[in-house]
């Protein structure tokens, strides 16, 4: 069974604060990985995605991965209260099947 | 440019009853990926289409079938409904197949089985 896992949270960081969030998963072959952020009863969005080993940034988003100890993070840097949301990980093999974790709800609090 | 379009947006069945659900993908994108979220859950990949063809299948019984149509439209549709189906149904469409190729979800049809 290929396993995605998250923390689960609530994370809660002050505004302005980098916000970290981690994702493990347990298929080696995983090739592609995504970070999606789903505002409560909304679909999810496409944040960042990353292919490879070391770091991406994007604005105020740096996507991290690890694939020798399959782990992927994402970092918020000066978080908002509108960043508040669950952050999806997503995981894709060379098959395209794209598994998600269960999301971490993020709480940025004025 | 459309992006992907879900309809229903909610819908009520009673145990036991077929429900059809349907996704518009957005423009120019050929594959279409149908996800199961229960509340405070992840999407759970159900199949996914390309090119009118199934192209992977996630732990959902038979039960659970969908088609995609030559304009690249799905449909998902699940009889024998059970409690357990009461969920979030998302359709999420990609460019092309392959990997590293990230999707674009509709807004989802929100299902309750009574």
């Known amino acids: 069974q290929k396993e995605v896992e998250q923390n689960s949270g609530p994370l809660s960081v002050p505004e302005g604060a980098i916000a970290s969030l981690n994702c493990t998963y347990s298929d080696r072959v995983s090739q592609s990985f995504f970070w999606y952020r789903q505002y409560s009863g909304k679909s999810p969005e496409l944040i960042m995605s990353?292919?490879?080993?070391g770091d991406k940034e994007d604005g105020r988003f740096t996507a991290q991965l690890n694939k020798a100890s399959q782990y992927v993070s994402l970092l918020i840097r000066d978080s908002q209260p509108s960043d508040s949301a669950t952050y999806l990980c997503?995981?894709?093999?060379?098959?395209?099947?794209?598994?998600f974790g269960a999301g971490t709800r993020l709480t940025v609090k004025p | 440019e459309t992006g992907v379009t879900q309809s229903p947006t909610h819908l009520i069945k009673t145990r036991g009853q077929q429900v059809t659900l349907r996704c518009s993908s957005q423009?120019?994108?050929?594959?279409v990926s149908w996800y199961q979220q229960a509340l405070g859950q992840g999407p759970q990949f159900i199949f996914q289409?390309?090119?009118?063809?199934?192209?992977g299948r996630g732990n959902f019984p038979p039960r659970f079938s969908g088609l995609q149509f030559p304009n690249y439209s799905s449909e998902l549709n699940v009889n024998a409904l059970e409690l357990d189906d009461s969920a979030l149904y998302l359709c999420?469409?990609?460019?092309?197949?392959?990997?590293?190729?990230?999707?674009?979800f509709g807004s989802g049809t929100r299902l309750t089985v009574v």
């Open positions: 999420a469409s990609s460019l092309r197949i392959g990997e590293g190729i990230g999707y674009t």
């Open positions: 997503a995981v894709q093999d060379n098959n395209n099947d794209m598994r």
């Open positions: 990353i292919y490879s080993n």
């Open positions: 289409y390309y090119r009118e063809e199934e192209n």
């Open positions: 423009s120019g994108h050929n594959t």
